[in-house]
T-cell receptor, first 109, second 109 residues
Framework: KNEVEQSPQNLTAQEGEFITINCSYS?????LHWLQQHPGGGIVSLFM???GKKKHGRLIATINIQEKHSSLHITASHPRDSAVYIC???????????FGTGTRLQVTL | DAGITQSPRHKVTETGTPVTLRCHQT?????MYWYRQDPGHGLRLIHY???????DKGEVSDGYSVSRSKTEDFLLTLESATSSQTSVYFC????????FGPGTRLTVL
């Protein structure tokens, strides 16, 4: 069993829909990261959080440390949000990360 | 963007040949990482560095070595390339935030 599990693996939504991507982990962590991988392959960090909730534009990330669960929400989704969203947890020193396998999101018009 | 470049961006090589991938950063970040990305596995840590000449193994380090003689450069060497090392390789740095290079697509025939 992977230490980091994401669901769903694939998600198709229509423009404007509210989207939720889930991440569960089984180890103690120092931080959780949400990443976005564009269709061209580039990876960018969206959030790093260790408690509570963070918001950036239409993106919201939450984490529940007790339940070992995090969610990434996208409000008013748009086709440009189509990408793979990756959850990763940081454990121990040196910020080594363990990654989920990603959620592929496609937003259609 | 932490000014991370990777070279080469694409490489095709033959089994048994040595290959060196270079990661260069311009932001003086202390932590640097090499990951490989394969379908169904997510990103997996090969080696990481927490300073000049300070490196350590990740979860998939067999067949790989690294060197970091300057803060800005982190080299990944495949000592004798095998077909199982065909992958996309990402370099990353961490300094309160995670930054990724553009990736190197390596094919071992």
């Amino acid at each position: 069993k992977n230490e980091v599990e994401q669901s769903p693996q694939n998600l198709t939504a229509q423009e404007g829909e509210f989207i939720t991507i889930n991440c569960s982990y089984s180890v103690g962590i120092s931080a959780l990261h949400w990443l976005q991988q564009h269709p061209g392959g580039g990876i960018v960090s969206l959030f790093m959080l260790s408690s509570g909730k963070k918001k950036h534009g239409r993106l919201i990330a939450t984490i529940n440390i007790q339940e070992k669960h995090s969610s990434l929400h996208i409000t008013a989704s748009h086709p440009r949000d189509s990408a793979v969203y990756i959850c990763a947890v940081s454990t121990g020193t040196a910020s080594k990360l363990t990654f989920g396998t990603g959620t592929r999101l496609q937003v259609t018009l | 963007d932490a000014g991370i470049t990777q070279s080469p961006r694409h490489k095709v090589t033959e089994t048994g040949t040595p290959v060196t991938l270079r990661c260069h950063q311009t932001e003086n970040h202390r932590y640097m990482y090499w990951y490989r990305q394969d379908p169904g596995h997510g990103l997996r840590l090969i080696h990481y560095s927490y300073g000049v000449k300070d490196t350590d193994k990740g979860e998939v380090s067999d067949g790989y070595s690294v060197s970091r003689s300057k803060t800005e450069d982190f080299l990944l060497t495949l000592e004798s390339a095998t077909s199982s090392q065909t992958s996309v390789y990402f370099c990353a740095t961490f300094s309160g935030w995670l930054f990724f290079g553009p990736g190197t697509r390596l094919t071992v025939l």
